[in-house]
């Protein structure tokens, strides 16, 4: 349950751009130090605090029976929500010229894996966790390419290690089947790493 919390797929942004901001190198990410914070304060209150805070008012709402969204009928507006919340994000960084390309690339990967994961809810409960993990996974191993130095290493090999630990726990808890893990890992997987190839 604690890995779920703590790994759960609105933070997940956070702590990739809290790694691109402070992890990568210098040569990586031109935008000063002291502004990073506003731009790591913007996508957790963008893609955590709001989202978090409409399914909250759902619930009460009576629009979702638990806050947790155990029922895939109930995944299907806050997922929408969060989509319009990150496709938000994605433009503001895109539009802002100061900040740097990479900010608004790896915003488009997570939030492509959030449509990606709106649709096939709509069918089937596919496990947003997975998805979101395996997206997270793809993107570092994406920067890893377009890097000039394996500075990424490390918070790959930690990556996989939290993807299988989270992919188990989920099991353990009986949300998902198997094949709903780890379909949503690797269509997350491949979303994240779907620029390969592409010229940074």
């Not at 901001?21 to 040569?27: A, F, G, M, S």
């Not at 959030?114 to 709509?122: D, E, G, K, P, R």
């Not at 993990?133 to 130095?149: A, Q, R, S």
Request: hydrophobic share 55%; with cysteine; glycine share 8%.
């Amino acid at each position: 349950m604690v890995l779920s919390v703590v790994f759960h797929p609105l933070l997940l942004p956070s702590y990739l751009f809290a790694l691109l901001l402070y992890y990568l190198p210098p040569e990586a990410v031109s935008l000063p130090m002291e502004a990073r914070r506003f731009v790591l304060l913007l996508v957790f209150i963008t893609t955590f605090l709001l989202p978090s805070f409409g399914t909250f008012l759902m619930q009460k709402a009576g629009v979702v029976t638990t806050f947790t969204l155990d029922a895939r009928i109930d995944r299907r507006w806050p997922l929408l929500m969060a989509a319009v919340c990150y496709t938000i994000t994605t433009v503001l960084l895109y539009r802002q010229p100061y900040f740097d390309r990479i900010f608004f690339v790896v915003m488009g990967l997570i939030t492509a894996t959030v449509y990606a994961t709106l649709f096939i809810n709509q069918f089937w409960k596919i496990s947003a966790h997975s998805m979101g993990l395996g997206g997270g996974l793809g993107i570092l191993v994406l920067l890893h390419g377009w890097l000039p130095e394996p500075v990424l290493v490390y918070p790959i090999v930690a990556g996989i290690v939290i993807c299988g630990a989270v992919m188990t726990a989920r099991l353990s808890l009986g949300a998902h089947t198997t094949k709903q893990i780890y379909t949503g890992f690797l269509l997350g997987l491949l979303v994240g790493i779907s620029l390969w190839g592409f010229a940074f």
